[in-house]
């Protein structure tokens, strides 16, 4: 394994890369997981990869794992600091498959809803569905997206090792760190991931590849 330094504007215009290597297989749309803990910063990598991509011409639909959590009765019917409740039952993944990464599939409708749920006011967001054209990027970011069979075209994982999670992980959401260990056991997602970067400093991405 070579862990190589890499900065963030270089990552980016890495990952938009491996979109357009995508594309050149013949996927009319590219779904894109940037997975990653909070204290990670998925949606800041996310985030960065719209310009690049846009440059390159392809349209980009942001969405939130955040946006597609579970209502409260369900998501919290063991408790608020339930760790196994967290890994295996917050994020509503049939809908995220039905309303966001089915409709991207070969022959879909390309019709995409961007958010389902605000978890804060725990009700429905009532946002309306986006067009996303042929040849569209989908950039989907949030926690604990791999090992789901959820279809994807591109996944980066964003890896940091115990310590630095506990390290950076505010203190209200450290009782979600059993989650991202047993994630690490179970899931194994460095060895899912088509990117893997190591961010036990986020300021200081690196790069993990296989020698």
């Given at each position: 394994m070579r862990v190589t330094p890499i900065s963030a504007e270089r990552l980016a215009g890495l990952a938009a890369d491996r979109v357009a290597d995508a594309f050149g297989a013949g996927a009319p749309w590219v779904r894109v997981a940037v997975d990653g803990a909070a204290a990670a910063r998925p949606h800041v990598l996310a985030d960065a990869l719209v310009g690049p991509l846009?440059?390159?011409?392809?349209?980009v639909v942001r969405v939130s794992a955040a946006d597609f959590l579970r209502p409260a009765s369900l998501r919290l019917e063991y408790g608020r600091h339930d760790a196994d409740a967290f890994h295996d039952l917050w994020l509503d993944d049939g809908a995220l498959l039905r309303e966001v990464l089915a409709p991207l599939d070969p022959g879909g409708s390309g019709r995409v809803l961007p958010s389902l749920w605000d978890a804060a006011a725990d009700r429905a967001t009532r946002a309306p569905y986006t067009e996303l054209a042929p040849g569209g990027v989908l950039l989907l970011d949030g926690p604990l997206l791999l090992g789901r069979w959820l279809p994807f075209e591109l996944t980066v994982h964003l890896a940091m090792g115990g310590p630095a999670l506990a390290r950076h992980t505010?203190?209200?959401?450290r009782w979600t760190l059993p989650a991202f260990a047993r994630y690490e056991e179970?899931?194994?997602?460095?060895?899912?991931?088509?990117?893997?970067?190591?961010?036990?400093?986020?300021?200081?991405?690196?790069?993990?590849?296989?020698v």
């Open positions: 846009r440059l390159r011409g392809h349209p505010a203190e209200a959401d179970e899931t194994r997602p460095r060895e899912l991931a088509d990117l893997t970067v190591k961010v036990d400093d986020p300021r200081h991405p690196a790069l993990v590849e296989d």
